[in-house]
């Protein structure tokens, strides 16, 4: 079964796959994902047993809700399209700011998940977030300038329905805590696929209140040393500075070219695993 991501998120890897997967183990029991995002390499690999986390709490909600209720979703994303669709971009544009508004009073739930996922579908480049805020600041350029909206279709309904089978066809967790507390859930022939917010990257703001600098990195390489120690195997994706390189530099580092679209070049990332 063929599965897609169902949510917008910076740093999605879905395009990149064909680069990372030649270099994921054939065998492994438990798949481990403590920076969850998009989920594209999950939905990809489709493992049989799993644990994701992302300390974004709006992401995990709505994989919550895909799991529990993706009926619910497709009906609120059907009534929003009814709404949406027919209003010139410019009340396009307010439509989206009132919702935003008002996403940080909404309970954890169904709704506030739909609505979150929405908004990162119709804002410039899925960004909600600025300055620690929750802002809409302009439509998604696919809508602006061609009236398309690919998550408002049959296609996106039923990929969420798969994605649902999936999830509850197959034994796994999810979590909404710090990676470290997921890192310690490894065990012995698992595999760890990690693919954290970037330092040269944090002009886009994944998490509010989440601070990403050389201290997160150094960090996190002490982390993932301690998994060494318990032979767990694990993968990262990361930018390729010098600063990443020398911090990882006892690891097998390969580099992979990516398309980035706030800068309009091609530039090069890292993976770097330990086996």
Not at 10 to 31: A, V
Not at 164 to 176: A, E, P, S, V, W
Request: contains cysteine.
């Amino acid at each position: 079964m063929k599965l897609k991501t169902f949510i917008k998120w910076t740093g999605n890897k879905s395009r990149y796959l064909k680069y990372i997967i030649p270099y994921i183990p054939d065998k492994y029991n438990t798949y481990i994902e403590p920076f969850l995002g998009s989920g594209a390499l999950l939905l990809k690999l489709q493992p049989d047993k799993w644990i994701i986390n992302d300390i974004n709490k709006d992401n995990i909600n709505m994989w919550k809700s895909v799991l529990d209720d993706p009926d619910s979703i497709i009906y609120i994303f059907k009534e929003f399209g009814k709404i949406f669709k027919p209003l010139t971009n410019k009340d396009k544009i307010t439509f989206c700011k009132e919702i935003v508004s008002i996403i940080k009073n909404m309970d954890y739930n169904i709704e506030r998940a739909s609505i979150y996922t929405l908004m990162k579908f119709c804002s410039y480049m899925g960004e909600i977030i600025i300055n620690n805020k929750f802002y809409f600041k302009g439509l998604e350029q696919n809508i602006y300038n061609n009236n398309r909206y690919s998550f408002l279709t049959p296609n996106y309904y039923n990929n969420l329905e798969n994605v649902n089978m999936f999830l509850n066809d197959t034994y796994g967790q999810i979590f909404n805590t710090d990676y470290k507390n997921i890192l310690k859930k490894a065990k012995k022939g698992d595999f760890i696929f990690l693919d954290p917010p970037y330092i040269d990257n944090y002009t886009h703001m994944y998490n509010i209140n989440q601070k990403i600098d050389i201290n997160f990195i150094e960090e996190l390489q002490k982390e993932l040393k301690k998994l060494d120690n318990k032979d767990v195997k694990w993968l990262m994706t990361q930018a390729d500075t010098k600063n990443i390189r020398k911090i990882f530099k006892d690891y097998e580092i390969i580099e992979y070219p990516v398309y980035r679209i706030y800068s309009n070049k091609h530039v090069n990332e890292l993976i770097i695993k330990n086996f």
